[in-house]
């Protein structure tokens, strides 16, 4: 009960704080949780063990036994191995691939100091844009020029939101590469892997593929990829125009109009608009079906990888034969019939 009252205390304090020390303190926590549960782990007395002698009834029972243990541990080893990835780094160190610990550790670090960064940006901006407008409101004087504030704010936000889900990604990335990883060590040793084909085509789109020995797959993947990256980057352009557009003509003082939409009616501005974005947001879920789409081949590519995929796949063979009666000793012809499955 006192523990829990003290991480309860503990969890309240985070809340009030800053950004900063909320992000400090939940690490913080995070490591406590670890170091508890790798002593608990550590700690763990064994059962007293029974010594049964085998007979000819419990040798198939035996025998299961010892094949579902390597699996229990390759599970149990991983997820460790993704729950000591939360804090970023500790999953490649407990790996033991020690060249991705700066990598995933310094790459969260730096970006979330970035985000945090433009997040202080955009709230300035944001206060001084507010603080105008709050002036002209009340009739006071105040001849700012809002475009400039508001280009460094639309900036210091959109950098803001890149560096926030880079972050975000990468954590995630962490956590699933450290899982990935230790199953693919302690995997048997195997011709081919779909496991191994799935990991390489998340990764990287394509590599999947070359490792199947498809590597005509490639082009089709990446050209897929750079038509919806396209489809994307115009369709939220257009979207972000019409939308300032309409803001340029019902606002005053927002900033200055285009005069190649001037034809077209605010409302109309507003539906131009909506399509652009419905278009934009299509192009991101078929993007990420498509990322989908380029794993799921990969691993159905390893799974058929030997599978005979000829045209005589029955193997039927038809072929004349000669046999002799052993009795009457005459011989006779026929024909003969092979089916291989």
Not at 38 to 67: F, G, R
Not at 94 to 120: F, R
Not at 310 to 329: E, F, G, K, R, V
Request: proline letters at 4%; hydrophobic letters at 40%.
């Amino acid at each position: 009960m006192a523990y829990q009252l003290l991480i309860m205390n503990y969890l309240l304090f985070i809340v009030r704080q800053t950004f900063v020390l909320q992000f400090i303190g939940i690490y913080t926590l995070l490591f406590f949780y670890l170091s508890i549960e790798v002593s608990a782990q550590n700690n763990t007395t064994k059962p007293d063990t029974i010594v049964i002698k085998p007979t000819a009834s419990t040798d198939s029972t035996l025998a299961k036994q010892d094949t579902l243990k390597p699996k229990l541990s390759r599970q149990k080893n991983a997820q460790r191995a993704a729950l000591w990835s939360l804090l970023p780094g500790a999953g490649a160190a407990y790996n033991k691939q020690y060249y991705k610990v700066p990598i995933y550790a310094g790459g969260v670090a730096g970006l979330g100091t970035l985000t945090i960064q433009q997040y202080a940006q955009y709230r300035k901006y944001y206060n001084q844009h507010a603080q105008v407008l709050k002036n002209q409101a009340l009739g006071m004087v105040d001849n700012t020029d809002l475009t400039p504030i508001r280009e460094k704010k639309q900036t210091a936000l959109r950098n803001y939101n890149l560096f926030f889900n880079t972050t975000l990604a990468l954590y995630a990335f962490s956590i699933a590469d450290s899982y990935a990883t230790n199953l693919l060590h302690s995997e048997a040793p195997k011709d081919h892997s779909p496991f191994r084909a799935a990991y390489r085509s998340a990764v990287l789109p394509g590599w999947g593929q070359a490792y199947n020995h498809k590597a005509w797959k490639i082009p089709v993947i990446y050209g897929g990829f750079g038509a919806l990256g396209y489809s994307i980057y115009y369709n939220g352009t257009q979207s972000n125009r019409y939308k300032q557009e309409y803001l340029a003509r019902t606002r005053p003082g927002y900033g200055t109009t285009d005069d190649r939409l001037a034809p077209i009616t605010p409302d109309n501005l507003l539906k131009i608009r909506s399509q652009y974005k419905r278009y934009y947001d299509l192009s991101i879920i078929i993007g990420t079906l498509w990322y989908v789409i380029n794993v799921a081949d990969a691993t159905i590519d390893a799974h058929l990888y030997k599978f005979d995929t000829s045209d005589d796949l029955s193997q039927l063979h038809i072929y004349p034969i000669i046999q002799t009666n052993p009795i009457t000793l005459q011989s006779g012809g026929g024909v003969g019939l092979c089916w291989n499955f």
